[in-house]
């Protein structure tokens, strides 16, 4: 089943929720992010390759080695990212998205514009965060 959406269509509360329109707005949404990922990703690697650690000031040197690790850190956790886009689109997929893993209810449309990768509904994530902070505290 193909949908198009309209330029500029954006999913209110006021519709039925994760209708076509609104599952296909996502999908695109994610799939827009994965692919500015993959290309950032793309242009580290060139980065990495065409520039080598020849900087004769042992200073320089020790500067664009950290500049490397931040980047792969960084890389790493987009890495990170892409695998949690690709489980959102499964999640499209069989029809699970927009869902709350541990309610089943809906998470909240706005949420789900900030943080279209989420899982949990404000108020389960909430509660999830208060329980990793008591145990940490322990």
């Known amino acids: 089943m193909s949908v198009t959406l ?31 990922l993959l290309r950032e990703s793309h242009e580290t690697l060139e980065n990495l390759q065409d520039g080598g650690l020849s ?18 850190r960084t890389r790493d956790r987009e890495r990170k990212l892409i695998s949690k886009i690709d489980e959102a689109l499964q999640r499209i997929e069989d029809g699970t998205y927009g869902y709350c893993e541990e309610t089943d209810e809906p998470i909240a449309i ?4 900030a943080r279209p990768i989420a899982t949990l509904s404000i108020e389960a994530q909430e509660r999830h965060e208060r329980l990793e902070r008591t145990q940490r505290d322990d």
């Open 6 to 36: 309209p330029p500029d269509y954006r999913p209110t509360e006021d519709e039925p929720f994760m209708n076509d329109k609104m599952r296909e707005y996502f999908r695109q949404k994610l799939l827009a992010w994965k692919a500015s």
């Open 55 to 72: 900087e004769p000031d042992i200073a320089d040197r020790a500067s664009a080695e950290t500049d490397r690790s931040l980047e792969l």
């Open 110 to 113: 706005r949420r789900l514009e």
